[in-house]
């Protein structure tokens, strides 16, 4: 049930930040930013070496709030996937797909999203348990890859990252992605202290993908 209600949940918002940050402060306040802006799936990195902590405040933060999911991003292996979840992470993010921690991840009823560029690669995420893969990175993709995907695999539940800014959100919505990630013009605001612009940032991805969905 728990791995149900995140993917809900993650599907609901539709838009996932992809946190970064160089330093703790800055990676909770750039996750805050996001939620109060709508945006509330939160993708904390482990290229930020205090991920750990950051997922932990977050989760405790806002325990209990069924529409703000925190989940760990960049997670390479299964080992780091356990140290996310045990932080309270409730769903984990590859840049690539890793069986072990799917496997992992499996075990604990937790959703596992990695990163995929072809059909083997989705089909193999999808026999090993997964419920969402990640075009990564989209903008070696374009959005006719989308339904490329989808004709073979109509079942395939896709998000994609990299390359998504505000100029072509509604078209990676129309063209049936589930989830998209965004972070990069996220992570340079917070580096400049810029959280407020982060939240009215934020409320424009959504307006504008929730519009592209029909929402």
């Known amino acids: 049930m728990f791995r149900i ?17 160089t330093t703790k402060e800055i990676g909770v306040k750039i996750s805050e930013s996001c939620i109060r802006g709508n945006v509330k799936a939160i993708e904390v990195t482990y290229t930020n070496k205090f991920a750990n902590e950051i997922i932990k405040e977050l989760s405790e933060k806002y325990h209990g709030n069924d529409e703000v999911v925190i989940g760990a991003g960049t997670v390479l292996d299964s080992e780091t996937a356990r140290m996310a979840i045990l932080a309270g992470a409730q769903y984990i993010v590859s840049p690539s797909f890793n069986k072990d921690t799917a496997i992992l991840c499996n075990r604990y009823n937790v959703p596992y999203i990695p990163g995929v560029m072809t059909i083997n690669e989705i089909v193999t995420a999808y026999e090993s348990g997964v419920d969402v893969v990640k075009l990564f990175p989209g903008n070696a993709f374009g959005q006719g890859y989308v339904s490329s995907v989808k004709a073979p695999l109509p079942h395939a539940n896709i998000m ?56």
Not at 5 to 21: D, I, P, S, T, W
Request: aromatic share 6%; net charge neutral; hydrophobic share 40%.
């Open 5 to 21: 209600k995140v993917l809900n949940a993650l599907k609901e918002c539709g838009v996932v930040a992809v946190v970064r940050g």
């Open 160 to 215: 994609v990252t990299g390359g998504v800014n505000l100029e072509n959100i509604d078209t990676w919505a129309k063209a049936g992605v589930d989830l998209v990630g965004i972070g990069g013009e996220l992570n340079k605001l917070g580096e400049a202290g810029k959280f407020d612009e982060i939240e009215s940032t934020c409320k424009k991805y959504i307006e504008k993908f929730n519009n592209a969905r029909g929402i």
